[in-house]
């Protein structure tokens, strides 16, 4: 691996939409993905000079095991202890959208052929939001990688970026899926043990701090993350019921009396019109809020893993000492234990140097995320509102003018 | 849905409204032609314009004439405009009787004119003004209010009483504007009686609020939470509505019963309205016969204006059910988001809490607060999507129930006339046969029997025509009344939609200097 120092690269803040330009070193991007039955192909694409690859542009497949594999891959390894790991994309999971749309089809002879076509038509719109999450998940994680400036150097992802044949990444076989358990309840069994009880002393005033955030701050947007997933059902559900009452009013309108004709007629045209509104507003909420929660939730707790690795190094470096003084008392094996102390010594400063870095940028980047997001958020809310507004009034204005 | 005294809503215009209805309206041009053309109706005493779009003001010609052989019990207001008798028979309530008779007369009937000898004393004067507002139907001067329910007693025979405010310039009332406690059973009972008297000759009485068993138990029970509150409120509406929509109705107007039930402050109570009392066995069991009884009829029709008009009222029942169905639904999902917003605006708070970063921190607050305006606001709209929206379309399901019924009770009517013929062609047959045997006695017998009898006929066919004049009639004012509704409270409820959304465009002006002053 070639050291390639880029001490003035910026790191562009990070959020959740793609806002990831990496500089002409490495840049990638999804730029196509299918679904077939139960998996989603997504084509990498990437645009590289760096002279490690063979070409400066080129493509490959993946799945998302692969994914998975390649986050896992940085996690275990040892020298990035001291970085927060971009969150693995959740798996696409279309599961919710297909049954819905088998269920429609299942059919149900109270609901006429335009509510069908226009249900269809509203869950295969979900499909595709879907969908397009998910390919923006994977984009986004792979962007992030690309642009940290000690990620982007791994051998793995290289492999990742480059290699024609598929990478053999099965999904994780049981053993692995119940190692992967275990290996979580120690972690939590660990920490829990290393702050609590051994006396475990935290002498920087800013790792606590960010200990004691952390763990809060994880729990409430975990919180947040469940309930504004509730609003969005609610909202969805909302706009969906806009279609039997549209084609009530409408079949009401074709044959009432003529007074009331116009009047049926046009409102159904209104909600209509609202229902589509509606569901632009549970969609935009959806992305700038909903995803927003969810991947700083999934951040967090990649912050967490770092507080965690960070004390372990502490135990660690704690550990080396005590039997570095047992092992002077005793005078026996003492340049052993002063080697592995000054190991343990020098590796948890260097892990907290580079976790102190990547805390600050994690609040940076949140603060940055969240900033773009909300305003987004609001932009579009005031869009549709003034829509619906005009929408609203048009009709009133047509109703009050009839005789 | 308006009882709001509105001033005609296009002064003039109202003129060409009618006119243009007249012309153009299936509803009327039949009744029109029909009544127009044939000035020799089956009744003698008919009257020449009897539809309401002719009638807006200014004196009709002098040939009213007032019969008292209609089994409406009050001269109709579009009767009355005939000034010189402003006396009016005032009937009072008679007992509870079975739905389908008449409470006529068996004697023939003759064309009286004008001031007829009355001798039931006069209960009101009303001055022409007055009569001409309610023949137009539109403006009339009552103004009714239900309102601070309160809980009375305690345990299972607690009750709720409400306020019935009356707010009127109409001089058959003693005061202009007078209130009075009843409970729900009063109104009940006051349907019952309207429904009795006017029900079976053609009057589309509106039907009274629904009884809940559930509901009432929950409030006499006392609990306070919110559903009892809103069982309340909704029955609240209910009822104010029910009292609008009945004072709406010209002859119901001038009921006394309805009367009492506005003024005086003491009000006999209404036993047979409880659904489990002997009383209501019998509705229930009558009911049941009536529907067996109507599959059984058939009737010739002869004027396919009832048959096309009983067509269109059923579609109209399919139609506002469904959409009715949908519109709950609505109402149900945006409760939902309501709830499901306010349980965010909280999360979003504690997030904004524990948040570390100082400018996203209050944002985050921020946020939750415009949130927690923005349930409330869904509630809000809900509340609208309910009782402005969704509650008129049960009224009229339930009161086209009652058109319906009013339907029914003509081809009982029918029946009745035929089979009073069928008789009358058996004594006929009876008589004949004893014409033959010689039996001088029983001839006599036969001979006084088929005169009864040809009376029946000729009541019976008379009490036809009648119900189904005042039928024409009600489902002409039913119609215009529903046009009315409709198009008030789809206004209403737009107004509603535009509201919410302006509120929306507020708060989210509102914050969005916030998101933007995030560093």
């Given at each position: 691996?070639?050291?390639?120092?880029?001490?003035?690269?910026?790191?562009?803040?990070?959020?959740?939409?793609?806002?990831?330009?990496?500089?002409?070193?490495?840049?990638?991007?999804?730029?196509?993905?299918?679904?077939?039955?139960?998996?989603?192909?997504?084509?990498?694409?990437?645009?590289?000079?760096?002279?490690?690859?063979?070409?400066?542009?080129?493509?490959?497949?993946?799945?998302?095991?692969?994914?998975?594999?390649?986050?896992?891959?940085?996690?275990?390894?040892?020298?990035?202890?001291?970085?927060?790991?971009?969150?693995?994309?959740?798996?696409?999971?279309?599961?919710?959208?297909?049954?819905?749309?088998?269920?429609?089809?299942?059919?149900?002879?109270?609901?006429?052929?335009?509510e069908f076509a226009k249900m269809k038509q509203e869950l295969e719109g979900e499909y595709l939001a879907i969908f397009k999450k998910t390919v923006a998940m994977h984009e986004v994680f792979l962007q992030?990688?690309?642009?940290?400036?000690?990620?982007?150097?791994?051998?793995?992802?290289?492999?990742?970026?480059?290699?024609?044949?598929?990478?053999?990444?099965?999904?994780?076989?049981?053993?692995?899926?119940?190692?992967?358990?275990?290996?979580?309840?120690?972690?939590?069994?660990?920490?829990?043990?290393?702050?609590?009880?051994?006396?475990?002393?935290?002498?920087?005033?800013?790792?606590?701090?960010?200990?004691?955030?952390?763990?809060?701050?994880?729990?409430?947007?975990?919180?947040?993350?469940?309930?504004?997933?509730?609003?969005?059902?609610?909202?969805?559900?909302?706009?969906?019921?806009?279609?039997?009452?549209?084609?009530?009013?409408?079949?009401?309108?074709?044959?009432?009396?003529?007074?009331?004709?116009?009047?049926?007629?046009?409102?159904?045209?209104?909600?209509?019109?609202?229902?589509?509104?509606?569901?632009?507003?549970?969609?935009?909420?959806?992305?700038?809020?909903?995803?927003?929660?969810?991947?700083?939730?999934?951040?967090?707790?990649?912050?967490?893993?770092?507080?965690?690795?960070?004390?372990?190094?502490?135990?660690?470096?704690?550990?080396?000492?005590?039997?570095?003084?047992?092992?002077?008392?005793?005078?026996?094996?003492?340049?052993?234990?002063?080697?592995?102390?000054?190991?343990?010594?020098?590796?948890?400063?260097?892990?907290?140097?580079?976790?102190?870095?990547?805390?600050?940028?994690?609040?940076?980047?949140?603060?940055?995320?969240?900033?773009?997001?909300?305003?987004?958020?609001?932009?579009?809310?005031?869009?549709?509102?003034?829509?619906?507004?005009?929408?609203?009034?048009?009709?009133?204005?047509?109703?009050?003018?009839?005789? | 849905?308006?009882?709001?005294?509105?001033?005609?809503?296009?002064?003039?215009?109202?003129?060409?409204?009618?006119?243009?209805?007249?012309?153009?309206?299936?509803?009327?041009?039949?009744?029109?032609?029909?009544?127009?053309?044939?000035?020799?109706?089956?009744?003698?005493?008919?009257?020449?314009?009897?539809?309401?779009?002719?009638?807006?003001?200014?004196?009709?010609?002098?040939e009213i004439i007032l019969d008292d052989d209609r089994e409406d019990l009050f001269a109709e207001a579009t009767e009355e405009v005939s000034l010189d008798s402003p006396e009016r028979e005032p009937i009072?309530?008679?007992?509870?009787?079975?739905?389908?008779?008449?409470?006529?007369?068996?004697?023939?009937?003759?064309?009286?004119?004008?001031?007829?000898?009355?001798?039931?004393?006069?209960?009101?004067?009303?001055?022409?003004?007055?009569?001409?507002?309610?023949?137009?139907?539109?403006?009339?001067?009552?103004?009714?209010?239900?309102?601070?329910?309160?809980?009375?007693?305690?345990?299972?025979?607690?009750?709720?009483?409400?306020?019935?405010?009356?707010?009127?310039?109409?001089?058959?009332?003693?005061?202009?504007?007078?209130?009075?406690?009843?409970?729900?059973?009063?109104?009940?009972?006051?349907?019952?009686?309207?429904?009795?008297?006017?029900?079976?000759?053609?009057?589309?009485?509106?039907?009274?609020?629904?009884?809940?068993?559930?509901?009432?138990?929950?409030?006499?029970?006392?609990?306070?939470?919110?559903?009892?509150?809103?069982?309340?409120?909704?029955?609240?509406?209910?009822?104010?509505?029910?009292?609008?929509?009945?004072?709406?109705?010209?002859?119901?107007?001038?009921?006394?019963?309805?009367?009492?039930?506005?003024?005086?402050?003491?009000?006999?109570?209404?036993?047979?309205?409880?659904?489990?009392?002997?009383?209501?066995?019998?509705?229930?069991?009558?009911?049941?016969?009536?529907?067996?009884?109507?599959?059984?009829?058939?009737?010739?029709?002869?004027?396919?204006?009832?048959?096309?008009?009983?067509?269109?009222?059923?579609?109209?029942?399919?139609?506002?059910?469904?959409?009715?169905?949908?519109?709950?639904?609505?109402?149900?999902?945006?409760?939902?988001?309501?709830?499901?917003?306010?349980?965010?605006?909280?999360?979003?708070?504690?997030?904004?809490?524990?948040?570390?970063?100082?400018?996203?921190?209050?944002?985050?607050?921020?946020?939750?607060?415009?949130?927690?305006?923005?349930?409330?606001?869904?509630?809000?709209?809900?509340?609208?999507?309910?009782?402005?929206?969704?509650?008129?379309?049960?009224?009229?399901?339930?009161?086209?129930?009652?058109?319906?019924?009013?339907?029914?009770?003509?081809?009982?009517?029918?029946?009745?006339?035929?089979?009073?013929?069928?008789?009358?062609?058996?004594?006929?047959?009876?008589?004949?046969?004893?014409?033959?045997?010689?039996?001088?006695?029983?001839?006599?017998?036969?001979?006084?029997?088929?005169?009864?009898?040809?009376?029946?006929?000729?009541?019976?066919?008379?009490?036809?025509?009648?119900?189904?004049?005042?039928?024409?009639?009600?489902?002409?004012?039913?119609?215009?009344?529903?046009?009315?509704?409709?198009?008030?409270?789809?206004?209403?409820?737009?107004?509603?939609?535009?509201?919410?959304?302006?509120?929306?465009?507020?708060?989210?002006?509102?914050?969005?200097?916030?998101?933007?002053?995030?560093?």
């Amino acid at each position: 691996m070639e050291e390639n120092p880029d001490p003035g690269e910026e790191r562009q803040p990070c959020s959740v939409s793609m806002d990831l330009q990496g500089d002409g070193a490495l840049q990638v991007e999804i730029s196509d993905a299918v679904s077939e039955r139960d998996k989603v192909k997504f084509t990498v694409h990437t645009k590289s000079c760096l002279p490690h690859f063979s070409q400066t542009e080129f493509s490959v497949v993946r799945q998302h095991e692969e994914f998975i594999w390649l986050h896992d891959a940085y996690t275990d390894n040892e020298d990035y202890a001291g970085i927060i790991i971009p969150p693995a994309p959740p798996k696409p999971d279309f599961e919710a959208s297909r049954e819905k749309l088998q269920r429609l089809g299942e059919g149900d002879s109270s609901v006429t052929r335009e509510e069908f076509a226009k249900m269809k038509q509203e869950l295969e719109g979900e499909y595709l939001a879907i969908f397009k999450k998910t390919v923006a998940m994977h984009e986004v994680f792979l962007q992030r990688l690309a642009a940290h400036p000690t990620l982007r150097r791994d051998h793995n992802l290289y492999v990742f970026l480059e290699y024609g044949q598929d990478l053999s990444v099965r999904g994780k076989n049981k053993k692995e899926l119940f190692g992967g358990f275990i290996r979580n309840i120690v972690k939590s069994a660990d920490e829990a043990l290393i702050t609590g009880v051994s006396g475990l002393k935290e002498v920087d005033e800013f790792f606590e701090h960010e200990r004691t955030f952390l763990l809060e701050y994880h729990t409430r947007i975990r919180d947040a993350c469940l309930r504004v997933d509730r609003v969005m059902r609610s909202h969805k559900c909302l706009a969906e019921d806009y279609i039997p009452v549209s084609a009530a009013l409408s079949s009401l309108g074709t044959q009432e009396v003529h007074q009331l004709k116009t009047s049926f007629l046009k409102l159904a045209e209104l909600f209509e019109r609202l229902r589509k509104l509606e569901g632009r507003v549970a969609s935009d909420e959806d992305l700038k809020l909903s995803d927003m929660l969810h991947y700083y939730m999934r951040d967090a707790q990649a912050a967490k893993d770092l507080l965690y690795r960070r004390l372990r190094a502490l135990a660690d470096y704690e550990n080396a000492n005590k039997a570095l003084d047992k092992a002077r008392m005793r005078n026996r094996e003492v340049r052993s234990a002063e080697t592995h102390q000054q190991l343990c010594c020098r590796r948890f400063e260097h892990l907290s140097d580079s976790a102190r870095q990547e805390l600050t940028d994690f609040k940076a980047r949140r603060g940055s995320a969240f900033r773009k997001n909300l305003i987004e958020l609001a932009e579009l809310e005031l869009k549709h509102a003034k829509a619906s507004t005009l929408l609203l009034r048009n009709t009133l204005t047509a109703l009050k003018g009839e005789p | 849905m308006a009882a709001e005294r509105e001033p005609p809503p296009l002064g003039d215009g109202k003129q060409a409204d009618f006119e243009e209805l007249e012309d153009g309206e299936d509803l009327f041009t039949s009744t029109v032609s029909t009544l127009e053309s044939s000035p020799s109706s089956p009744e003698p005493a008919s009257l020449p314009a009897e539809d309401l779009s002719t009638n807006s003001n200014g004196p009709k010609p002098a040939e009213i004439i007032l019969d008292d052989d209609r089994e409406d019990l009050f001269a109709e207001a579009t009767e009355e405009v005939s000034l010189d008798s402003p006396e009016r028979e005032p009937i009072l309530s008679p007992e509870p009787s079975p739905a389908i008779t008449p409470i006529t007369p068996t004697t023939l009937m003759a064309p009286r004119i004008e001031s007829k000898s009355m001798s039931a004393p006069v209960i009101f004067d009303r001055s022409r003004d007055e009569i001409e507002e309610e023949a137009n139907g539109d403006v009339f001067d009552i103004e009714i209010g239900v309102s601070d329910p309160e809980k009375v007693g305690d345990g299972m025979n607690a009750y709720m009483a409400y306020r019935v405010t009356t707010k009127t310039s109409l001089s058959m009332f003693n005061k202009n504007e007078f209130s009075v406690k009843r409970r729900f059973s009063d109104f009940l009972g006051l349907h019952s009686k309207l429904a009795t008297k006017y029900l079976h000759v053609g009057y589309i009485v509106p039907p009274a609020p629904e009884k809940s068993i559930v509901g009432m138990t929950k409030v006499k029970v006392g609990k306070e939470d919110s559903s009892s509150t809103e069982f309340v409120e909704k029955r609240r509406a209910a009822l104010e509505r029910y009292l609008q929509r009945t004072v709406k109705h010209p002859t119901l107007l001038q009921d006394p019963d309805l009367r009492q039930f506005l003024e005086s402050s003491e009000l006999p109570r209404a036993v047979n309205t409880q659904a489990l009392s002997g009383a209501g066995i019998l509705r229930m069991v009558n009911k049941a016969a009536d529907a067996v009884n109507k599959m059984t009829i058939k009737m010739n029709e002869s004027d396919a204006w009832f048959e096309e008009k009983q067509q269109q009222f059923e579609n109209l029942d399919q139609q506002l059910r469904k959409l009715h169905a949908s519109v709950e639904a609505l109402v149900c999902h945006r409760k939902e988001l309501s709830a499901n917003t306010a349980a965010f605006a909280k999360s979003a708070a504690m997030l904004g809490n524990s948040e570390d970063h100082t400018a996203l921190s209050r944002a985050l607050s921020q946020l939750a607060e415009v949130e927690e305006k923005i349930d409330q606001l869904h509630q809000e709209q809900a509340f609208a999507d309910f009782y402005v929206f969704s509650e008129l379309l049960s009224d009229y399901i339930r009161l086209i129930a009652a058109v319906k019924g009013v339907f029914d009770h003509r081809m009982k009517c029918w029946q009745k006339w035929d089979d009073a013929q069928i008789t009358l062609q058996k004594k006929r047959e009876a008589e004949a046969k004893m014409m033959l045997a010689n039996k001088p006695d029983k001839i006599q017998q036969a001979k006084n029997e088929i005169r009864e009898w040809e009376a029946k006929v000729q009541q019976g066919e008379r009490d036809f025509e009648q119900i189904s004049k005042t039928i024409r009639k009600e489902v002409g004012r039913f119609e215009k009344e529903r046009v009315k509704d409709f198009k008030t409270v789809i206004i209403k409820y737009l107004e509603s939609l535009v509201q919410t959304q302006q509120q929306l465009i507020k708060y989210w002006e509102a914050f969005l200097p916030e998101a933007k002053a995030i560093a």
